[in-house]
């Protein structure tokens, strides 16, 4: 069994600090909820977790299996373990989906003898269209399809961990379905069960993606915890029941949020 664990996170973006300590632990096989409004910092999450350039990590830690993720390169935690599924997934004119992955599990020390294969048999499980498989990774696809592809190579890496950046956006109802049936069943598999961190905004994609717990970001900090049913009082009264409305609006919004920055 595998263990992530963030640990008083404090992480700062253009001067500015987005999270404000967090502290999160997910094992082999669980699946967590990040739901918060636009703007809490759940893009932020994702970005510091992965190492991607420009955000700060300015006091706590993330490690997998007591290993220092902060002092890894961005592939070097992906080798070690920890899958992204970007909220708005980058197209790579040029690469080849059988190149890519072929690269990856090689560099993983695994078998890519058949991968021809087994790319075709994950597609055919979460209804992605064979002749996507030859495209270059992403490029032309719907919003759905590159939600599909991505969750194709998660299925073929099977890291320890994914992160999950609001896997529902841009999705069409069966793509969603198809997704987070995927997710849940390679967070129940008996040989190397997924942990899954969703982050999200609605709680519809926690219909099949069946959360353990669930955690409530608003303003970079965890201000609430607990299980499924915590969706129910979100989709019922929203996020005003766990925002202090006294306050300033959340930093940022809609419009400014990361988000738009893999907006094309
Ligand atoms: P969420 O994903 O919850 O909507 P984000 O993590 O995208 O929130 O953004 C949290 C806050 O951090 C917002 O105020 C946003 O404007 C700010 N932010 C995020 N990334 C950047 C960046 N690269 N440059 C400037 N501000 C950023
Ligand atoms: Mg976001």
């Known amino acids: 069994m595998s263990v992530l664990e963030i640990s008083g996170l404090h992480a700062e973006v253009a001067g500015t600090e987005i999270l404000r300590g967090i502290d999160l632990t997910i094992a082999s096989g669980e699946v967590h909820a990040v739901m918060g409004p636009n703007g809490a910092g759940k893009s932020t999450l994702s970005a510091v977790i992965m190492g991607r350039s420009g955000y700060t990590v300015t006091s706590g830690s993330i490690t997998l299996d007591g290993v220092d993720l902060l002092a890894l390169s961005t592939w070097e935690r992906a080798v070690a373990g920890v899958h992204l599924i970007m909220q708005y997934p980058t197209e790579v004119p ?38 996507f498989l030859d495209r270059p990774l992403n490029v032309d696809l719907s919003g759905g399809e590159k939600k599909r592809n991505e969750t194709l190579q998660l299925a073929v890496l099977q890291p320890q961990f994914a992160i999950l950046d609001e896997l529902d956006s841009g999705l069409d109802i069966d793509a969603l379905r198809d ?65 202090d409305e006294d306050d300033e609006p959340a930093a940022g919004s809609a419009t400014s949020s990361l988000d738009d920055l893999f907006r094309i």
């Open 94 to 131: 040029g690469v080849s989906l059988l190149d890519a992955l072929g690269e990856a599990l090689q560099y993983r020390g695994r078998d890519a003898s058949d991968l021809a294969d087994r790319l075709k048999a994950e597609a055919d499980r979460i209804g992605f269209e064979h002749r």
């Open 179 to 243: 997704c987070s049936r995927r997710v849940e069943e390679l967070s129940n598999d008996a040989k190397r069960p997924l942990g899954v961190l969703a982050i999200t905004h609605y709680s519809r994609l926690l219909n099949e993606l069946r959360p353990d717990h669930i955690h409530i970001l608003v303003k970079g900090q965890i201000v609430n915890s607990g299980g499924p049913e915590l969706a129910a009082v979100l989709e019922r009264d929203g996020y005003a029941a766990f925002t």
